[in-house]
């Protein structure tokens, strides 16, 4: 994968593969609170979001076959992975009364979960830091990383 036609380092692989689960939350958030289509969704992001120039600073360039595997995954296993994440869940909280960006959340990080061979334990931090860019001050960090370590247990229990 080549970005303007120079080589992507490891390093900056990493960097896209974290810009691309940061844009799977927002788009997966967008669509449930605009009513909008996977591929619109999929579309606006690749073609306005990825390495867009702004006043305020530049966004990162998200790989595009993960976003894209991701939101796919999403909504084609979004029972199974709603399921899971309020099996995680106390009980009186099902996952429809979560904060709709932790719903996302779970949604993107659980499509990985389920249908990648992503270490668990990656999955988990990488989205434990997208809670912590959302919420910097609260306790949702700490929530979503019990949250996934159950949902990851539950997903690939021989990976613990």
Known sequence: MTTDDKPVSGNQRRKMRSA?????????????AGHQTVDEVIREFEDHRFGA??????????DPELFESLMRDAVNWQAKIDQMTDRALVAKWPIDR???????LFRAAGAELTQS???PKVVIMEFVDIAKSFHPDGREPK??????????REAKPEAF
């Not at 929530?143 to 990851?152: E, G, I, K, T, Y």
């Open 98 to 104: 979560i904060d709709p960006t932790l719903r996302a």
């Open 143 to 152: 929530f979503v990383n019990a949250v996934l370590d159950h949902m990851a």
């Open 53 to 62: 120039h702004y006043d305020e600073g530049d966004m990162l360039d998200g």
């Open 20 to 32: 691309a689960r940061l844009y799977a939350v927002q788009a997966l958030f967008q669509m449930e």
């Open 117 to 119: 061979d992503t270490p």
